[in-house]
């Protein structure tokens, strides 16, 4: 089977090592990622002069990869509805690679009390054991 073949009845036939594994995670990144002429998003990767060690890296090996979007505000929505979907909680940086200011995601690991449901928050009243 071509994988460059489309069906109007299927949709586009992609690659499996290309494909992608969420449909509803991928409407999230077209909507609010940086986006390639071709619609698909735009990846963090080190600059030429980074690779052959011409110059010292502007940033660790962790941005690599990872999805770029231009303002904050994008990548704050985009972690809002990728957490309804089920993701961990995400929160924004911006990333030192880029001169003009590009912003990723990443896990956010503070404890966050305040993302629980309200009756979970509340202290809870015991009834005494005699009662």
Request: proline share 8%; with cysteine; hydrophobic share 30%.
């Amino acid at each position: 089977m071509n994988a460059d073949r489309s069906d109007a009845t299927t949709g586009p036939v992609v690659p499996e090592q290309r494909g992608v594994r969420d449909e509803a995670r991928a409407e999230v990144l077209c909507r609010h990622a940086r986006l390639t002429k071709a619609g698909r998003p735009i990846f963090c990767r080190p600059s030429r002069a980074e690779i052959e060690g011409r110059v010292l890296p502007r940033q660790g090996p962790g941005s690599d990869g990872k999805v770029i979007y231009s303002t904050r505000e994008d990548a704050e929505a985009a972690a809002r509805e990728l957490e309804a979907l089920g993701a961990r909680p995400l929160r924004s940086y911006i990333c030192s690679r880029s001169r003009g200011g590009h912003f990723h995601l990443t896990t956010d690991s503070t404890p966050r009390t305040g993302h629980l449901p309200l009756h979970l928050r509340i202290p809870q009243q015991r009834i005494p054991i005699s009662a």
